[in-house]
């Protein structure tokens, strides 16, 4: 999740990366293997903790290198979170299979007293050939998609997304270099996976569900934005947006394990939907932090599209740092939301659309900086 209210707004190194990433993941730790082999059989439709954990582990471990945007330890993470989508069964929605590859380039930005050399988006991948090569990147989007099983409403789609980039490194304070983002958002992609993975072990949707999980969320959305450019699904024939953010942790005003937050609850008739079903969601119990402005989500709700983000974000100190690591995951919690969260989605793809209420889709912002 980032910091800031989001406003409207080398290839071959990359594909180097990816080559290279299966050597790295196997270092990742014992904990990977339950990830592909599993303590719970994997078309089950029940979420186990233990398997939960080991993915979380793996996508935040130190070889991630805190998944940058466009760095060889983000290449990694989109080569784990592809294979699993693909060893879910999802359909490859992308340009190169899974992975829908997004043209970065680094830009020098004044952030409060200090210049930083970040990722910023071009244009076209047209337009990334006309940047001196040295400041050119790749990042990618990883996409795949559960088509729908209702010949009626099969062409309307839900989109359930997480971002999986992350701040990189940093200089070593006792002898920690690297800031994991193992809630932030290690967390929702393995819920997006973990969602995928009980619906595909069970009924077909009504509705196509496309998973995504994004890059360049904590850089400015950048993932998101190329996505808008480039939807894998119609967005006029996109329905609903789920994204998962932050649920590494309980949150004790949503009223402690096991329960999640809705931002924008109010905006829609998405949440009283889901609560009306029973699904353990209460209304955000902090609008002052403005969550609903500062996730993937409001790119897709400026759009028109009922967006909101799932979380349980408690407003720990880890927030943003080193000690943001998987050993400080609270599982059985994980579990607990990623399987209502996985009801919910079942919900938005087979029931009635959820529709903005009077005044609450927010409208277009100032156009973005390059």
């Not at 954990?53 to 760095?71: C, F, I, P, V």
């Not at 989007?141 to 729908?148: D, H, K, L, P, S």
């Not at 983000?309 to 609270?330: G, I, K, P, V």
Request: glycine share 10%; with cysteine; net charge positive.
């Amino acid at each position: 999740m980032s910091r800031y209210l989001h406003r409207a707004s080398s290839t071959r190194v990359f594909a180097l990366a990816l080559v290279s990433a299966a050597a790295t993941l196997t270092a990742c730790s014992r904990s990977a293997t339950i990830a592909n082999g599993g303590a719970t059989p994997f078309r089950s439709t029940t979420v186990d903790s233990a398997y939960v954990l080991s993915l979380l582990t793996a996508l935040s471990h130190d070889s991630m290198a805190g998944r940058m945007t466009g760095a060889p330890g983000s290449a990694r993470a989109a080569r784990m979170i592809g294979e699993q989508m693909q060893r879910i069964g999802l359909t490859p929605a992308g340009d190169s299979g899974f992975f829908q590859r997004v043209p970065l380039y680094q830009v020098q930005r004044t952030m409060g007293n200090q210049t930083r050399t970040v990722p910023a988006l071009a244009a076209s991948f047209a337009a990334l050939d006309t940047i001196p090569a040295a400041r050119r990147l790749t990042g990618v989007n990883v996409v795949g998609v559960m088509r729908g099983s209702d010949a009626a409403l099969a062409g309307e789609a839900i989109l359930v997304d997480a971002h999986y980039d992350h701040l990189g490194t940093t200089t070593a304070v006792d002898g920690d270099s690297v800031f994991n983002g193992a809630d932030d958002d290690a967390s929702g992609t393995i819920a997006v996976l973990e969602i995928a993975r009980v619906l595909a072990a069970g009924p077909r949707p009504k509705r196509t569900i496309i998973f995504a999980a994004t890059t360049g969320e904590e850089v400015g959305l950048l993932g998101t934005r190329w996505y808008i450019q480039h939807p894998v699904h119609p967005l006029d024939r996109t329905v609903a947006n789920l994204e998962i953010e932050m649920i590494g942790r309980p949150d004790s005003l949503a009223g402690g394990r096991g329960k999640g937050w809705l931002t924008g609850y109010e905006r829609s008739t998405m949440g009283e939907a889901l609560a009306a079903a029973g699904i353990p969601l209460v209304p955000d119990k902090r609008p002052e932090q403005n969550f609903f402005m500062r996730s993937d989500n409001i790119a897709f709700a400026r759009l028109g599209i009922p967006a909101h983000t799932l979380s349980s974000f408690n407003l720990h100190a880890d927030y943003h740092r080193r000690t943001d690591d998987a050993s400080r995951a609270d599982a059985g919690h994980m579990a607990q939301v990623i399987d209502a969260a996985a009801r919910a989605v079942r919900l938005l793809a087979d029931g009635p659309k959820p529709e903005w209420k009077p005044g609450g889709q927010p409208g277009p912002a100032a156009p973005r900086r390059q």
